[in-house]
């Protein structure tokens, strides 16, 4: 629900609202329905600014390896534009520093007279193009990105010029919205606790995710036999891109591990939803067993996976460098168990090990194969769901709003949170 504020507790109202502009690089699917929901403020007029489009018209997604449209509306719900455009982004390429690259940042900042300027991400030019001419007009600068301590590798001497770009950086930033703990704690690493830090925890749109997964609880067992699955016998489910950081390999190791031992009665089958890279070695790593029991769904488009989440018996992400993991969340409001590596950044906000969930160390396929054995004895996973649900609750666009609100409070003279 939308938070009211009286016009007489601030220089902004509905009649007059705080002009916040967004820029980020493309319309992101897990963004969209939270766009919609800062758009609903009645004090905050959003303006969302693209840098391309390349979601929208679909493309060739360099990690799943095949060609993505999604099937959910990326637009609807909030005024936006796509900024002019110098470099576009290359098809079957991630953005990169220079690609996409626009024009005009700084004449649409001054024309729009915003309150308040967010980015999504510091590691695209045009992003910082956007900090530097909304410092220039002493406009208060938010940023958001997902990064963490652990996000990848580096030598000592990509630490220092890391720490250099970082120190340059903190004159055009107000302040930084954290996704989560490890996000936080990356941001008071290198800008040495400068900078206020408010919550804005990555989220889904749970009541879509609880409606639509409640829905298909209607048709489990028609779907289970639709995939040629036994009743009665659980199922663990994998959805990710097939490339090695998600390391679905260590799953299908662990899981062969479980059954071969006995260690999960009745014998549980292994779902892996997505595509990438590594999908034919991992096929043929399956099939040497000559086990009926894994399946690979390949890539599944965002309304199809309430009824996946709502089939399985536990979710699994063995990721490594993973910033956040919007997967569990989904996985959270099906009201399902959870297994996660220690390096899927939303474990420590989302999985209380033990109570909804196990977190094992990356790489360490034994103690995942306990942590499958330890959710699917008797009751345990149903018990751990009920919890996951409960957790949920906490993670939402309406916590979204309040932590946006906080910063534009501290940052915007005038302003009101509540």
Same mark, same amino acid.
């Given at each position: 629900?939308?938070? @009211?504020?009286?016009?007489? $507790?601030?220089?902004? $109202?509905?009649?007059?609202?705080?002009?916040?502009?967004?820029?980020?690089?493309?319309?992101?699917?897990?963004?969209?329905?939270?766009?919609?929901?800062?758009?609903?403020?009645?004090?905050?007029?959003?303006?969302?600014?693209?840098?391309?489009?390349?979601?929208?018209?679909?493309?060739?997604?360099?990690?799943?390896?095949?060609?993505?449209?999604?099937?959910?509306?990326?637009?609807? =719900?909030?005024?936006?534009?796509?900024?002019?455009?110098?470099?576009?982004?290359?098809?079957?390429?991630?953005?990169?520093?220079?690609?996409?690259?626009?024009?005009?940042?700084?004449?649409?900042?001054?024309?729009?007279?915003?309150?308040?300027?967010?980015?999504?991400?510091?590691?695209?030019?045009?992003?910082?193009?956007?900090?530097?001419?909304?410092?220039?007009?002493?406009?208060?600068?938010?940023?958001?990105?997902? $990064?963490?301590?652990?996000?990848?590798?580096?030598?000592?001497?990509?630490?220092?010029?890391?720490?250099?770009?970082?120190?340059?950086?903190?004159?055009?930033?107000?302040?930084?919205?954290?996704?989560?703990?490890?996000?936080?704690?990356?941001?008071?690493?290198?800008?040495?606790?400068?900078?206020?830090?408010?919550?804005?925890?990555?989220?889904?749109?749970?009541?879509?995710?609880?409606?639509?997964?409640?829905?298909?609880?209607?048709?489990?067992?028609?779907?289970?036999?639709?995939?040629?699955?036994?009743? =009665?016998?659980?199922?663990?489910?994998?959805?990710?891109?097939?490339?090695?950081?998600?390391?679905?390999?260590?799953?299908?190791?662990?899981?062969?591990?479980? @059954?071969?031992?006995?260690?999960?009665?009745?014998?549980?089958?292994?779902?892996?939803?997505?595509?990438?890279?590594?999908?034919?070695?991992?096929?043929?790593?399956?099939?040497?067993?000559?086990?009926?029991?894994?399946?690979?769904?390949?890539?599944?488009?965002?309304?199809?996976?309430?009824?996946?989440?709502?089939?399985?018996?536990?979710?699994?992400?063995?990721?490594?460098?993973?910033?956040?993991?919007?997967?569990?969340?989904?996985?959270?409001?099906?009201?399902?168990?959870?297994?996660?590596?220690?390096?899927?950044?939303?474990?420590?906000?989302? @999985?209380?090990?033990?109570?909804?969930?196990?977190?094992?160390?990356? =790489?360490?396929?034994?103690?995942?194969?306990?942590?499958?054995?330890?959710?699917?004895?008797?009751?345990?996973?149903?018990?751990?769901?009920?919890?996951?649900?409960?957790?949920?609750?906490?993670?939402?666009?309406?916590?979204?709003?309040?932590?946006?609100?906080?910063?534009?409070?501290?940052?915007?003279?005038?302003?009101?949170?509540?």
């Amino acid at each position: 629900m939308s938070t @009211v504020i009286s016009p007489l $507790s601030s220089r902004f $109202s509905e009649q007059h609202p705080l002009r916040l502009a967004y820029f980020v690089t493309h319309p992101i699917q897990y963004q969209a329905p939270l766009l919609r929901r800062i758009a609903r403020e009645p004090d905050i007029h959003l303006k969302v600014f693209f840098a391309c489009d390349i979601s929208v018209r679909g493309h060739l997604d360099h990690e799943f390896g095949v060609r993505v449209k999604w099937d959910t509306d990326l637009l609807a =719900g909030y005024e936006h534009e796509f900024l002019p455009v110098l470099r576009d982004a290359v098809d079957g390429q991630a953005p990169t520093f220079l690609r996409p690259l626009n024009r005009h940042v700084g004449r649409i900042l001054r024309e729009g007279h915003f309150d308040a300027v967010w980015v999504h991400g510091y590691n695209y030019l045009t992003n910082l193009l956007a900090l530097r001419a909304a410092r220039s007009m002493k406009i208060p600068r938010l940023i958001r990105a997902e $990064s963490t301590t652990y996000d990848r590798p580096r030598s000592q001497m990509k630490l220092l010029v890391k720490r250099a770009f970082f120190a340059l950086l903190a004159p055009y930033v107000s302040a930084v919205l954290a996704v989560g703990d490890d996000n936080a704690a990356y941001w008071s690493g290198y800008f040495r606790d400068r900078l206020p830090i408010f919550p804005c925890c990555y989220a889904v749109d749970n009541q879509f995710f609880q409606r639509k997964c409640s829905a298909a609880s209607e048709n489990r067992e028609e779907f289970r036999r639709s995939l040629g699955l036994q009743a =009665g016998r659980p199922v663990i489910l994998f959805a990710a891109k097939l490339i090695p950081r998600k390391r679905c390999g260590d799953l299908l190791e662990a899981f062969l591990s479980l @059954v071969q031992t006995g260690g999960a009665q009745p014998a549980p089958y292994l779902l892996i939803v997505g595509d990438g890279e590594q999908r034919a070695a991992l096929e043929q790593q399956a099939s040497r067993t000559n086990r009926g029991d894994i399946r690979f769904l390949g890539f599944r488009n965002q309304s199809e996976m309430p009824r996946l989440y709502d089939l399985c018996d536990v979710f699994v992400l063995p990721s490594a460098d993973e910033p956040w993991g919007l997967a569990v969340n989904e996985a959270m409001n099906a009201g399902r168990p959870v297994v996660v590596s220690d390096q899927v950044g939303c474990h420590k906000n989302l @999985v209380q090990d033990g109570k909804n969930g196990f977190v094992f160390p990356v =790489g360490d396929t034994a103690a995942l194969a306990d942590s499958l054995s330890r959710v699917l004895a008797g009751d345990t996973g149903r018990q751990m769901g009920v919890e996951s649900l409960r957790i949920i609750q906490d993670y939402s666009f309406d916590h979204n709003v309040l932590g946006l609100r906080a910063a534009l409070e501290a940052l915007v003279p005038g302003f009101h949170a509540s």
